[in-house]
């Protein structure tokens, strides 16, 4: 890890009894995990707020494979997967361990697909950049799952319905991507379109509802849904952390912003 951050402890840990609340975490730009910004502060935040999780499942918008695979190295390599950055960025490690039991138990929980093992992935700056901001200390194991390409939205929903049981083996699942990413849109201004609010908007008010076919549906969602999610890879994250929510979790926003013109940060945490 980069030395320059403060380590810290979540406030909480698992008690008998007790779920992990499940999230959704809008990523953005990687130098998030190096600037002192609304964003980094948030995360920092929800990491003390959180009971101490025993592993993590992360599901980044940043490793497309074809069929379903899972992290079961020992020691996960951190991945810059990103051009014409600071050299700050390049010189970022994450050395969390990995979680070779956790990976075999998302083999057995998931029915619906083959999930395989892979032993050359590692952490992907979808992973790291806000894990770096919410456990600096690098201590808690981590493990990624892909998101399968070739799939519909719906796929990846009811995959994370099954992973939903890791939450009481005190499992922190982690969607990392943004609700609304058009980079072919992106100005870099801390500003809005039009077009990116109402989608946010759009998507805060049917997870208020608990109206999880409309997202998976997002296509019917009209103009302000085909300008949002042009391609689904960091939108899909999201499908996970909701297919995992439990019935009677509670939804908490933070970072909700729409900046760059059309990124939307929004995070929530259930449960």
Not at 12 to 33: D, E, I, L, R, Y
Not at 105 to 133: M, P
Request: net charge negative.
């Amino acid at each position: 890890m980069n030395g320059d951050m403060p380590d810290h402890e979540p406030r909480q840990s698992m008690g008998p009894g007790m779920t992990m609340p499940v999230m959704f975490v809008g990523h953005g730009s990687p130098t998030n995990a190096i600037e002192d910004n609304v964003f980094s502060r948030a995360w920092a935040e929800m990491g003390r707020a959180l009971p101490r999780p025993e592993a993590i499942l992360c599901i980044s918008a940043h490793w497309e494979t074809v069929g379903t695979c899972v992290t079961a190295m020992d020691r996960p390599r951190t991945i810059h997967d990103f051009q014409g950055f600071p050299q700050a960025l390049f010189d970022m490690r994450y050395p969390a361990p990995g979680a070779p039991g956790l990976a075999r138990r998302v083999q057995e929980l998931v029915h619906s697909t083959e999930v395989k093992i892979d032993l050359d992935w590692g952490l992907d700056h979808g992973t790291w950049s806000v894990l770096s901001r919410m456990y600096p200390g690098a201590e808690i194991p981590v493990v990624q799952l892909s998101l399968d390409r070739t799939r519909e939205p719906r796929f990846h929903y009811e995959l994370g319905k099954e992973l939903n049981v890791l939450r009481q083996e005190g499992v922190l699942i982690l969607g990392s991507g943004n609700i609304v990413h058009n980079l072919r849109s992106v100005v870099w201004e801390d500003t809005a379109y039009d077009w990116a609010v109402e989608f946010d908007e759009t998507l805060k008010r049917l997870m208020l509802a608990g109206d999880h076919d409309a997202i998976i549906d997002y296509s019917g969602l009209g103009p302000a849904a085909r300008l949002s999610v042009p391609t689904n890879e960091h939108y899909l994250p999201l499908l996970y952390a909701l297919g995992a929510q439990g019935r009677g979790d509670t939804l908490q926003f933070f970072a909700d912003r729409v900046t760059l013109g059309s990124m939307s940060m929004r995070s929530v945490r259930m449960g």
